[in-house]
Structures are given as structure tokens and as C-alpha cells.
Nanobody
Framework: VQLVESGGGLVQAGGSLRLSCAAS????????MGWFRQAPGKEREFVSA????????TYADSVKGRFTISRDSAKNTVSLQMDSLKPEDTAVYLC?????????????????????WGQGTQVTVSS
């Protein structure tokens, strides 16, 4: 199983980026997927997650209304549209997938509930 993130970069405050995560090695059609982020010296934190069908989503309060998660199960991908970016959004963003089909990790938001992880993509927001 391999998860590869892309779309990170340097952007000014107020700008937008779209992150994508491509999964390979198996299909994740029936598995929750999510995004986390980790800034230097800080713990990994939940950003957003989506359930297996794509109909249910959750967001951290800090990104609600600015970020939008979506998935394309046919392509085995999950994306994160990030608008109105702030300097405090600066971090490495990691894609994650649950190992339990139809699991509840999308609602628990716990790092431990996601088994597969990508290497991450750097997002830097300048003020």
C-alpha cells in the first residue's frame, strides 16, 4: 500500500492550494480517508476526514469553512481544497486511510484509527 501526496507549496496568506493523495496497492473504496498535519515541534493534528461513501465529512474547527475534503473512489484519491490560507496553516500535510472497511475513523479523528499514511507534502503560508 502506498499513499502519495502532492500539491503542497508556498503561498501567501489568503491564497489557496489543492492537495491530492493517490493510493495504490489496493482499493480504498470502502474505507474512510483523512488529512492530518504536523508543524515542527508539534504533535500531528487532525484536519479533515471523509467516510467511505463521501457523504459524511468532518473538519477541525481551525479549518472549518476554509477547507473542503473530497474523494474519487474510482480513482482511489482524496483531495483537500484549502482556501483563505493563514500562516498558522503552515505544516506538513499527510494523507491517511483507515484499515477498517466502513470504519468510524472519519468521526473519531484519532491518529491511531488510521493505519496507512503518506510521507506528507509541505505547505508554507507566508504573511
Amino acid at each position: 500500500v502506498q499513499l502519495v501526496e502532492s500539491g503542497g507549496g508556498l503561498v501567501q496568506a489568503g491564497g489557496s492550494l489543492r492537495l491530492s493523495c493517490a493510493a495504490s496497492g489496493r482499493t480504498f473504496r470502502n474505507y474512510p480517508m483523512g488529512w492530518f498535519r504536523q508543524a515542527p515541534g508539534k504533535e500531528r493534528e487532525f484536519v479533515s476526514a471523509i467516510n467511505w461513501s463521501g457523504l459524511m465529512t468532518t473538519y477541525a474547527d481551525s479549518v472549518k469553512g476554509r477547507f473542503t475534503i473530497s474523494r474519487d473512489s474510482a480513482k482511489n484519491t482524496v483531495s483537500l481544497q484549502m482556501d483563505s490560507l493563514k500562516p498558522e496553516d503552515t505544516a506538513v500535510y499527510l494523507c491517511a486511510v483507515d484499515s477498517v472497511p466502513y470504519g468510524s475513523s472519519w468521526s473519531t479523528r484519532r491518529v491511531a484509527d488510521f493505519e496507512f499514511w503518506g510521507q506528507g507534502t509541505q505547505v508554507t503560508v507566508s504573511s
